[in-house]
């Protein structure tokens, strides 16, 4: 198995360095990754200034640009002559739940790579990176790494997504402290948590108004803590066909439903509760995608 994986977080990130350790041990990888932090950076290219890439002494690929900038290059040009089976992104410093994904640059990577036809996986370690003890963060990253190794040795996933044009499957493990504390698997839909502060207007040094943007939410009440994710789907190997269950991926009764979508983090199948009750989230994201009933309703209006 050949398989790429870039992430936003640095060429240096733990969470990179242990999804190539445990990515390893399924086939040959190759790690093309940004020089620099990227986060939020979404699926921007740089189109208007060259890019610049280092070979590090570990054989990882630094690049002068954004995550979606290395998966363009490595499959275009450093890495054209090889057939990528997957491309991964990640181990994410952070949780990519909800709309985060609209902005991350993990998931933006892989986007990028399920343009080009390659199946696509984001990986995110929900609370990675606020440990202040760099050895137990690294063993979150480990745990983390070896469920996608399981996601992907145990499961029929990746031959399934190979089938689905235009999805990324957007990935969530718990933080946790031992790999047993994991619940299982969940097929989950994106949630959506209010942004408790987007903007933060700071002074800086030399007394200049900025703004510090943040997608930081606010806290779900006691009531919404205790609710367990009973209605998303548990992934087993002899029923991942449910990631072509229109009720996942298109949610048409969601999608027709105002009240819902205005407050639509009060769902019990989302990524934000499976998370919360321990279970990895799996999430199926389509992008490409033109809403056949939307666009009947829209064409009745101008034609």
């Keep these: 198995m050949n398989i790429l994986i870039s992430n936003d977080d640095g060429v240096h990130a733990p969470g990179l360095l242990a999804l190539y350790e445990a990515l390893s041990a399924l086939g040959v990888v190759k790690v093309v990754a940004p020089a620099t932090e990227q986060s939020g950076s979404a699926s921007a290219l740089n189109i208007s200034q060259p890019l610049y890439t280092q070979e590090l002494a570990s054989g990882f690929i630094a690049v002068t640009g954004s995550p979606a900038d290395c998966v363009y290059l490595a499959l275009n040009q450093l890495y054209r002559d090889i057939k990528f089976d997957c491309v991964i992104t990640g181990i994410n410093s952070g949780a990519n739940l909800?709309?985060?994904v609209l902005f991350s640059g993990t998931f933006g990577a892989a986007l990028t790579a399920?343009?080009?036809?390659?199946p696509a996986i984001a990986t995110s370690l929900v609370g990675g990176g606020i440990k202040s003890n760099v050895q137990d963060e690294m063993v979150k990253y480990h745990i983390a790494a070896a469920e996608i190794v399981?996601?992907?040795d145990e499961t029929p996933l990746l031959a399934e997504i190979k089938g689905l044009p235009y999805h990324v499957l957007n990935v969530n493990i718990p933080d946790v402290n031992c790999i047993t504390e994991?619940?299982?698997r969940k097929i989950t839909r994106l949630g959506h948590s209010h942004i408790a502060r987007p903007v933060h207007p700071v002074t800086d040094p030399r007394g200049r108004d900025a703004y510090w943007l943040s997608l930081r939410k606010g806290e779900l009440s006691s009531k919404q803590k205790?609710?367990?994710p009973i209605n998303a789907i548990t992934v087993e190997t002899h029923d991942i066909g449910t990631l072509n269950n229109a009720d996942v991926l298109n949610?048409?009764?969601v999608l027709n439903n105002a009240d819902v979508l205005n407050?639509?983090?009060v769902l019990n199948d989302t990524d934000v509760?499976?998370?919360a009750a321990g279970y990895i989230s799996i999430s199926p994201v389509r992008v490409h995608h033109t809403p056949t009933h939307t666009l009947n309703r829209l064409s009745a209006l101008v034609s």
């Excluded at 399920?114 to 390659?118: A, D, E, N, P």
Aim: aromatic share 8%; hydrophobic share 40%.
């Design 98 to 100: 909800g709309q985060d």
């Design 114 to 118: 399920q343009l080009f036809g390659i």
């Design 150 to 152: 399981k996601l992907l």
């Design 182 to 184: 994991i619940k299982g």
């Design 226 to 228: 205790g609710v367990q």
């Design 251 to 253: 949610n048409a009764d």
């Design 263 to 265: 407050d639509i983090d």
């Design 273 to 275: 509760y499976a998370v």
